[in-house]
């Protein structure tokens, strides 16, 4: 039987960098773009960043162990056992990160001293940043070989939502702020509106008549 054992070596803090700014320009972005669907003032603007934030990276650290950014340095988030994070340990982990975001130079620097390269926020939550799995027999795992179209697949899943959120929201808010003439309706209820208002049209001319 071949042996299937995998192999976690701790990521390095450059690659760590590189997917935390990929993962932000993702946040960044999505944030801006629900915030101005949702018309948010720009002293809104921070909370819904925060939150979007939150969620994006919690909810793609349980599903799939990993975010956008990491997945493009090949880097996965796992346990002290090398399994996938339970939602209280993910919880945990961002609002460590959160609390400490003050001291990341500090953080960083802490990790570099470390040998499994742990920042604050992954030593009280018992976590890793690992290099993407591969077997001893050379190849990738089982559970990743589809790992970068899954988790594509997910990103677009999450982000879906939020855009048809922001999409519905800015609808209403133009269909509250224009007369209801005005709003674009559709051409079977404007022939049935017109068909309407002809016979009342030529009563009013044959009465003055």
């Known amino acids: ?11 390095s ?5 590189l997917g935390f700014l990929i993962d932000w320009a993702v946040v960044l972005v ?27 990276e919690i909810l793609c650290l349980v599903a ?15 346990d002290e056992s090398g399994a996938r994070l339970q939602p209280d340990t993910a919880i945990l982990r961002y609002l460590v ?13 802490a990790a570099a001293a470390d040998p499994d390269r742990r920042a ?16 001893t027999e050379g190849g990738r795992s089982p559970k990743q070989s589809h790992g970068s179209a ?10 879906r939502p939020l855009r ?9 808010r133009q269909r509250t702020s224009c007369p209801s003439s005005a709003v674009s309706r559709h051409p079977l209820e404007a022939a049935f509106r017109r068909s309407r208002e002809l016979p009342s049209a030529s009563r009013v001319d044959g009465r003055r008549s």
């Open 64 to 78: 799939l162990s990993t975010t956008p950014g990491k997945m493009a340095m090949r880097m996965q988030v796992v």
């Open 30 to 56: 999505v944030s801006i773009f629900l915030a101005s669907g949702l018309g948010i003032e720009a002293n809104g603007r921070l909370l819904v960043l925060l939150v979007t934030a939150s969620v994006y």
């Open 1 to 11: 039987m071949r042996d299937q054992r995998v192999q976690l070596a701790p990521a």
């Open 120 to 135: 604050f926020h992954d030593r009280v939550a018992k976590t890793r940043v690992v290099k993407a799995p591969t077997t």
């Open 97 to 109: 990160f959160f609390v400490t975001s003050p001291l990341f130079i500090v953080s960083y620097l």
């Open 150 to 159: 899954r988790g594509l697949f997910f990103a677009a899943r999450l982000l």
């Open 164 to 172: 048809l959120l922001a999409m519905t929201s800015n609808l209403s």
């Open 13 to 17: 803090l450059l690659l760590r960098a």
